[in-house]
């Protein structure tokens, strides 16, 4: 009890310690004016107040992840909490704010844009390809997986199918209507209802005296699990997530202030890190230790967790309104999927969005392809979006690092967290079975190699390009209220 407890504490000094030192080292200007301003469109680009702000930056970038995630990672014993907080802290939270506030000093554009920019037009058409594979694989993980929580919840009364067509049809109207008409709209009343059943649960962790293991020596994980490099990929959304990379973009079209964006983008990823302490804590102190834990994940998967887990703390009618909250985590992250997926194409192709048909171009392809991959082994897609979805946060925090040492900041905070996880992704693709299939030791050896080599290349790139003094954000001087 009292490593969770702690821990959870941590996370929320780590606010208003570490993340002011980040935004600090970004070094904000209040009087520049934002996307929201400059390049306003009435559809993707308007201001919204910082509050509606930061609830759709929380439902966008927690999916499942922060829920289900953390709930097989419980797992690998306590050890998942230091990487909860420690992910959150110093990983996860900086990867947020700074790929948020790099995007509203370059009009809101999304990662595939910023990597041309920092990393080279190579890696401009790698990522935007890479991007979109993943929010396709993100919005059709966030069909099933919601889907199957209805289903269960509904004991019958309905099919599946019915299910999934629902949610298709509610993505669909989403992904094509300006962000203020239902996302800016209803996402503070999701956002509430996500953060009041994680609070239940977390309460009932707490008051009922839950028997959550201590970290210690003899209880660091159990039955020595290799930790590396499976852990950190297992719990993604929580710790540190490449899908927020492609989240944050939407917002930062939607900050009013640059002041804003440690609330944004650091404190939303703070309060993402305290749902998956929550659901961690939950599973592996509800179901008798961690046999009892394997058995219930191999009967009814994390949504059988949740369920089970919602029903025990909060009872019939709190725990069908926890299961509601987590039910809205992948649906509204599942539906800026699509959006994101859509403007980074029309960002890509140079293609305006301001008619409904120039969207529909765009959206119609993506739901074709998504339904089709819902025909596809659920675990399967959940493999690939993990490497995936890891892999985008790497490009992400080099970019990051890239912007920083160009400014002459300090580009560690990014880098530190980029070269660890450099070697995790790589790691994982060697020695993983939808990968090369090498020994966990050569897998090892060859990520050390590859992340020596790209940090090597980082700095060459990185001193021609201060050399050449790259620009770092859009001119947008004649927009702004001050100098």
């Known amino acids: 009890m009292y490593t969770f407890i702690v821990g959870v504490i941590l996370l929320i000094v780590g606010y208003f310690t570490y993340g002011k030192f980040v935004e600090k080292v970004f070094g904000i200007k209040e009087g520049r004016t934002t996307p929201a301003y400059t390049h306003k469109d009435g559809v993707d680009y308007l201001p919204m107040s910082t509050t509606k702000n930061s609830l759709i930056q929380l439902l966008n970038i927690a999916g499942v992840g922060p829920v289900f995630g953390p709930i097989m990672g419980a797992l690998y014993g306590p050890v998942a909490f230091i990487w909860i907080v420690a992910g959150c802290i110093f990983a996860g939270a900086v990867h947020d704010y700074l790929t948020g506030m790099i995007s509203i000093r370059n009009r809101g554009a999304h990662l595939p844009e910023l990597a041309g920019k920092f990393l080279g037009n190579v890696m401009k058409h790698v990522v935007n390809a890479f991007a979109i594979l993943l929010l396709l694989l993100v919005g059709t993980v966030f069909v099933t997986s919601p889907a199957q929580l209805l289903y269960n919840l509904m004991d019958g009364w309905t099919t599946m199918g019915l299910i999934v067509g629902g949610i298709f049809l509610y993505y669909i109207l989403a992904t094509l209507l300006p962000i203020d008409k239902i996302i800016g709209r209803f996402y503070p009343f999701f956002g509430a209802l996500l953060l009041i059943s994680a609070v239940g649960v977390g309460v009932g962790l707490v008051v009922k005296g839950a028997p959550i293991p201590e970290l210690s020596l003899s209880n660091f994980h159990p039955d020595n699990a290799p930790i590396f490099p499976l852990l950190f990929l297992t719990i993604s959304c929580g710790a540190l997530s490449g899908f927020h990379a492609t989240q944050t973009p939407i917002i930062s079209r939607t900050t009013q202030s640059e002041k804003q964006g440690r609330k944004i983008f650091y404190g939303m990823m703070i309060a993402e890190g305290i749902i998956a302490m929550i659901w961690a804590a939950a599973a592996m102190s509800l179901f008798d230790g961690y046999g009892g834990l394997n058995e219930m994940l191999a009967a009814g998967g994390p949504a059988g967790i949740v369920?089970?887990?919602?029903?025990?703390?909060?009872?019939?009618?709190?725990?069908?309104?926890?299961?509601?909250?987590?039910?809205?985590?992948?649906?509204?992250?599942?539906?800026?999927?699509?959006?994101?997926?859509?403007?980074?194409?029309?960002?890509?192709?140079?293609?305006?969005?301001?008619?409904?048909?120039?969207?529909?171009?765009?959206?119609?392809?993506?739901?074709?392809?998504?339904?089709?991959?819902?025909?596809?082994?659920?675990?399967?897609?959940?493999?690939?979006?993990?490497?995936?979805?890891?892999?985008?946060?790497?490009?992400?925090?080099?970019?990051?690092?890239?912007?920083?040492?160009?400014?002459?900041?300090?580009?560690?905070?990014?880098?530190?967290?980029?070269?660890?996880?450099?070697?995790t992704v790589t790691s994982y693709i060697l020695n993983a079975q939808i990968g090369f299939g090498l020994s966990l030791t050569v897998a090892n050896i060859g990520a050390l190699i590859v992340t020596a080599g790209i940090t090597a290349l980082f700095f060459s790139a990185a001193k021609k390009a201060r050399a050449q003094n790259l620009p770092l954000e859009e001119d947008i001087s004649f927009y702004n209220k001050t100098a």
Not at 355 to 372: G, Q
Request: aromatic letters at 16%.
């Open 307 to 423: 369920s089970e887990a919602s029903t025990a703390m909060l009872g019939a009618i709190g725990g069908t309104l926890a299961i509601l909250g987590v039910i809205v985590l992948p649906i509204t992250s599942g539906d800026t999927a699509f959006r994101s997926a859509r403007m980074i194409i029309a960002d890509y192709f140079k293609y305006s969005q301001a008619k409904i048909t120039n969207r529909l171009w765009i959206a119609i392809p993506l739901f074709v392809i998504s339904f089709a991959l819902t025909k596809i082994d659920f675990t399967i897609l959940w493999r690939y979006f993990s490497w995936a979805n890891q892999s985008t946060a790497v490009i992400a925090l080099w970019v990051a690092a890239m912007y920083l040492f160009i400014a002459n900041k300090n580009y560690w905070i990014a880098m530190i967290p980029g070269i660890f996880m450099t070697a």
